[in-house]
């Protein structure tokens, strides 16, 4: 299967689909070497509603719309990176097992915000 234009083309859905394959990628890490299955479902919803919300935003009916959902998102943001943390700290990960999460993590909520700025400026200026 080949990847739709529309993300590979838009580097914010892109970088949050990649995000999202990190995070399965960790989940089934998490269930079926670790045995985990209750933070790893949480780290599953959050990390992959970052991407899901990312897309609802782009195709958004309006400006205002565009804004809630990628304010959604970068919620979903924080609560992924809590439960990445929370997952080391309590020793199921390793800091070099989620390097690449937190990676695309940083780098799509610098997107997030970054849209988030400007949407919100061109939406004071009208």
Same mark, same amino acid.
């Given at each position: 299967m080949k990847l739709d234009d529309r &993300?590979?083309?838009n580097p914010l859905l892109y970088k949050t689909f990649l995000l999202a394959l990190e995070i399965i990628r960790l989940y089934k890490y998490l269930t079926e070497v670790k045995h985990e299955y209750v933070m790893s479902k949480q780290l599953l919803?959050?990390?992959t509603s970052v991407g899901a919300n990312s897309n609802e935003a782009v195709a958004g009916q309006s400006k205002k719309?565009? &804004?809630a959902k990628l304010s959604i998102a970068m919620k979903e943001s924080s609560?992924?990176?809590y439960?990445?943390?929370l997952l080391v700290f309590s020793d199921y990960l390793t800091e070099k097992e989620i390097n690449k999460a937190l990676n695309l993590l940083r780098e799509s909520m610098n997107l997030i915000g970054s849209s988030l700025?400007?949407?919100?400026?061109?939406l004071e200026k009208n």
């Amino acid at each position: 299967m080949k990847l739709d234009d529309r &993300i590979k083309n838009n580097p914010l859905l892109y970088k949050t689909f990649l995000l999202a394959l990190e995070i399965i990628r960790l989940y089934k890490y998490l269930t079926e070497v670790k045995h985990e299955y209750v933070m790893s479902k949480q780290l599953l919803k959050a990390g992959t509603s970052v991407g899901a919300n990312s897309n609802e935003a782009v195709a958004g009916q309006s400006k205002k719309d565009f &804004i809630a959902k990628l304010s959604i998102a970068m919620k979903e943001s924080s609560e992924t990176r809590y439960w990445l943390y929370l997952l080391v700290f309590s020793d199921y990960l390793t800091e070099k097992e989620i390097n690449k999460a937190l990676n695309l993590l940083r780098e799509s909520m610098n997107l997030i915000g970054s849209s988030l700025i400007t949407s919100k400026k061109n939406l004071e200026k009208n």
